[in-house]
């Protein structure tokens, strides 16, 4: 199955979490991570094989709990290795909300919404 960019920005809580927390994620879910991220673009490459060696080559999927969230597809691999996260680490994961429009930030830091607009520079991030 083909993962198209509307994909991707389906699930912003998976790319928040794994991009700004990737250092709370094992180093297994870490693996299975990059595997997934390589295997996306060799499907979108003029030279998918070379980057599945690359997968082979740097041991990605050693382990079998790696190699059990990558066959779980690109999506549903993401959201696995997300809610791990969010279960094993919550006290340390910062989820910033918009004080407006109550969706998702770009950042742990942001304190513009890019969905609506909304400032709050005058409040300190908790």
């Known amino acids: 199955m083909d993962i ?3 994909d991707l920005t389906r699930d912003p809580l998976s790319n928040y979490v794994i991009e700004h927390y990737h250092g709370l ?3 297994v879910e ?3 991570v990059s595997a997934l991220n390589l295997k996306f673009k060799s499907d979108h490459s003029s030279s998918p094989g070379l980057r599945l060696q690359l997968i082979e080559r740097r041991g990605l999927l050693a382990d079998p709990e790696a190699v059990r969230i990558f066959d779980m597809g690109y999506v549903r691999g ?3 290795v997300r809610e791990n996260a969010l279960k094993r680490e919550p ?3 910062f989820l910033n909300y918009c004080r407006k429009c ?3 930030c770009r950042t742990p830091f942001a304190r513009m919404c890019v969905h609506c ?3 709050w520079y005058d409040i300190p991030v908790e």
């Open 4 to 6: 198209t960019l509307e």
């Open 102 to 104: 109550q969706r998702l």
């Open 30 to 32: 870490q693996s299975a």
């Open 25 to 27: 994620l094992t180093e």
């Open 117 to 119: 607009g909304y400032c």
């Open 78 to 80: 993401r959201k696995e």
């Open 91 to 93: 006290d340390q994961i």
